[in-house]
């Protein structure tokens, strides 16, 4: 009848023979161990042992025993390890003392793997109950048979338990590293990397910790493994190429007690002056919801930006939730905003969370304003640096998508030339006015209008007057002078810019006298007439003007003259002498 049993991973067949292995007692304080694997040279197991330390006593029996099976083979392949300097016997023995190699017993003094060892070498026969192994020139065990420890698999030796989120399981999760025979490797220093099963516990869990650990004496240690979501049945993998991995038994992960706020909606853009919302969160370490041990007042705030938080900006988390939701915060600028929530009352030690980059663009146009005023200018030259005109919305931010048209407007008694762009269209909210040539000399302010828009105006500027181009009579002489006589009232000259501004000059205007008498006579200048006179605030006033001579008529002019200009000359209207 054959019989057969698992060893590690493989079945045996016990055939022709089977035979118990055991070790024999104590002889004369002489040990030798034998550890047990034997294999055959085609790769069938031969033998082995169910123990993991590889070393035993004379006369210590292996319990149970180690079934031995020859299936028909007549040779062996062992590992042999002996003491330094010692020799060693391996043979089958019918009986356990093992005291001495008997007859054809093979000797071998050095450790090492040995082939094809013929089975009547050793020797074994039908009679052979155990199989000895023995150093008798050694004190300590210094002989055994061992089969090579090759790494073939993981096995969880300390399995994962229940935690909550966050916390460290413990104790410490192990893995061994096993041969083929399932046995422990304790040789092996292989990495084993740690991970949570795919499609175990809760979607998106973060497994932390250090995941990758290597083997010592063939059992991989991790010690601060966490899992940050809670949930159920999670399960854990190891890994080691080329091995074959392992799973964990199945785990739970309970919800912590509630340390932190988060945000669970929060916007990532909005509109200046428009109520926005965000849903804030009371979780425990891990993350995972859980409620406060309080009613807990949430209070927002501004973290950063340059505008104006208002509106409704608290709400309350109850025991019998997680989350509450604040609708209606209003931000005033168009910029970039971050929004902290905090627990102002209350569970008041949760940790508060702020918000990313929140980007409010500008709320629908409402107004216009100057952004570059007019500056000082010259008649007849465009205002410099170009003036701008900003869309605003009711907030004062620039709208940068309105591209309406703007039209600006002197105020009374300016003029901008009839080559001055008027109305421009915006880019980008902006209206840029580059040509703007006002002509007339003074102080005024810009008007700007657009549509339904509320309009603007811009601080004064100047108008300066033009360099002097021309004369322009302003009191002409009286239709008829009286010879010998002051004329009155007195008489002016305005020294203007192309444009009729009245300009400085640093000459005089001289006053000439056109006589039109035919023959003429001795008329001329009295003595004591100013006829060169200095212009002041563009006028030239000729206060003591008087006609000598002993001639009458009409058609006579004055002709004044001012050098060094465009038009230097200009003569009055025709009077009449008696």
């Not at 019918?94 to 054809?104: A, F």
């Not at 909606?265 to 891990?286: I, K, L, N, R």
């Not at 900006?313 to 905003?337: A, F």
Request: hydrophobic content about 35%; aromatic content about 6%.
């Amino acid at each position: 009848m054959t019989t057969g049993r698992h060893i590690g991973r493989q079945e045996v067949d016990r055939g022709a023979w089977s035979r118990s292995v055991a070790r024999g007692p104590r002889k004369n304080s002489v040990l030798a161990v034998l550890v047990a694997v034997a294999f055959l040279a085609s790769g069938i197991l031969l033998f082995a042992q169910n123990t993991k330390t590889g070393t035993a006593s004379l006369g210590v029996q292996v319990a149970p025993a180690v079934q031995l099976t020859t299936n028909g083979t007549t040779s062996v392949s062992l590992w042999i390890r002996l003491a330094t300097g010692g020799t060693g016997s391996l043979w089958g023995d019918s009986t356990n003392t093992c005291t001495s190699p008997i007859t054809g017993a093979t000797t071998y003094s050095t450790s090492g793997e040995y082939n094809n060892i013929p089975l009547s070498s050793i020797p074994f026969t039908s009679s052979n109950n155990y199989v000895c192994a023995y150093n008798p020139t050694a004190a300590i065990p210094s002989a055994y048979v061992v089969w090579p420890h090759t790494p073939a698999s993981l096995k969880f030796s300390t399995q994962p338990t229940n935690t909550t989120s966050a916390a460290p399981i413990s104790p410490a999760v192990t893995v061994q590293v096993l041969d083929s025979n399932g046995l422990l490797d304790t040789g092996s220093t292989a990495s084993v990397t740690i991970s949570i099963t795919s499609g175990t516990g809760t979607s998106g869990a973060t497994l932390s910790g250090t995941l990758t650990q290597s083997a010592v004496n063939g059992v991989a240690t991790f010690n601060n493994l966490s899992i940050n979501k809670a949930g159920t049945a999670y399960t854990l993998t190891a890994s080691s190429s080329p091995l074959t991995g392992a799973t964990s038994s199945a785990f739970n992960i309970s919800a912590g007690a509630a340390t932190k706020l988060a945000y669970t909606t929060v916007p990532s853009t909005g509109t200046a002056g428009t109520a926005f919302s965000v849903t804030v969160q009371s979780q425990d370490a891990g993350g995972n919801p859980v409620s406060p041990t309080s009613n807990t007042t949430i209070t927002l705030s501004k973290a950063s930006g340059g505008g104006t938080l208002s509106g409704t900006l608290t709400g309350s988390i109850p025991t019998s939730g997680n989350s509450v939701t604040i609708s209606t915060p209003v931000y005033s600028k168009s910029d970039t905003m971050t929004l902290t929530a905090t627990a102002t009352a209350g569970e008041t030690s949760l940790t508060p969370v702020t918000s990313g980059n929140i980007v409010f663009s500008a709320g629908a146009a409402t107004q216009l304003a100057f952004t570059t005023q007019p500056s000082t200018t010259t008649a007849g030259s465009a205002v410099s640096p170009a003036v701008t005109i900003q869309v605003r919305d009711v907030n004062g931010n620039l709208v940068t998508t309105n591209s309406s048209n703007v039209t600006i407007a002197i105020s009374s008694g300016g003029v901008l030339s009839g080559g001055s762009t008027l109305t421009v269209a915006a880019s980008g909210g902006v209206a840029t006015f580059s040509n703007l040539v006002p002509t007339r000399s003074g102080s005024f302010t810009l008007s700007a209008t657009d549509g339904s828009l509320t309009g603007t105006t811009s601080s004064s500027f100047t108008v300066n007057a033009a360099a002097a181009n021309k004369l322009v009579w302003g009191q002409q002489p009286p239709s008829s002078i009286t010879r010998g006589t002051t004329i009155s009232p007195a008489m002016t000259v305005f020294v203007e810019d192309q444009y009729g501004n009245l300009t400085s000059s640093a000459s005089n205007v001289v006053l000439t006298f056109n006589v039109n008498f035919n023959p003429p006579g001795s008329d001329a200048f009295k003595t004591g007439s100013t006829t060169s006179v200095g212009v002041i605030s563009g006028t030239a006033t000729f206060s003591n003007i008087a006609i000598s001579g002993n001639k009458t008529g009409s058609g006579s002019t004055f002709t004044a003259t001012l050098s060094g200009i465009a038009n230097p000359t200009v003569v009055s209207s025709t009077f009449a002498v008696q």
